[in-house]
């Protein structure tokens, strides 16, 4: 089956690799581009760093690699390993969590810099704050829209070639939306089989009309296992 994936081209580089071992073909459509924002760190003093992406990844290098790093999961911290950070904590996958971890690790009153992306989520900063922890955000990088998809995904999905799409986050499912309302193609796009990572992931396609499918939990893992209901 030919898939659609739109997160972004390193990590759907990866993904096409896991689709392969899988007996499916990626159509690779990034509807985002990963850059940096230039905007300046916080300043002030913290007291642990929070991560909860792999595109963090860059911006740490100016940061102390001493600090203790708390990362949302398993492949975010690989890359914050690989940055020379020794000190990593590993959630479960999900900001909820995440923040868990944090309360059940720290104490109350500790400031945590949160090296985040320009369009971001409340959590896990807003029920850490609720838990007497100061959050300072950094907003380091950014997922910008791309202008229009790729004419291979346009002509893939007028002649119906795709079967299904692999969705990662709630900004990527609204822009291919509109993309593909923009290209002409909004009833072809919504009527293949449309897999999230989570329920909120989900929503937009689902409110447009879309048939959806929503992972177990919040892993590319248990994503992908979604292909096996595909009819």
């Known amino acids: ?41 916080p300043s002030g003093p913290y007291d642990a760093l929070i991560v909860t992406s792999a595109h963090a990844a860059a911006a740490l290098a100016s940061l102390d690699r001493m600090s203790p790093v708390f990362a949302v999961g398993e492949r975010t911290a690989e890359a914050v390993r690989a940055t020379g950070f020794a000190s990593i904590t590993v959630a479960e996958g999900d900001a909820v969590s995440l923040a868990r971890l944090i309360r059940g690790t720290l104490e109350p009153g500790l400031t945590l810099l949160h090296v985040t992306a320009r369009h971001h989520k409340e959590e896990p900063a807003a029920s850490l704050r609720a838990s007497g922890f100061t959050i300072l955000q950094w907003e380091a990088y950014e997922a910008k829209a791309v202008g229009t998809l790729p004419d291979s995904a346009v002509e893939a999905m007028r002649s119906g070639q795709i079967g299904a799409a692999l969705h990662y986050s709630r900004r990527s499912a609204d822009l291919v939306i509109r993309l593909a309302g923009e290209a002409g193609l909004a009833s072809r796009l919504l009527g293949i089989f449309h897999l999230c990572l989570s329920a909120d992931v989900a929503a937009p396609l689902a409110s447009a009309g879309a048939t959806t499918l929503v992972a177990e939990e919040p892993s590319e893992e248990a994503l992908l296992g979604l292909l096996d209901r595909v009819p």
């Open 1 to 41: 089956m030919q898939v659609l994936v739109t997160r972004s081209a390193d990590d759907a580089a990866r993904t096409a690799e896991k689709l392969a071992a899988r007996g499916h073909e990626a159509l690779l459509a990034p509807v985002t581009r990963i850059v940096p924002t230039g905007d300046p760190m």
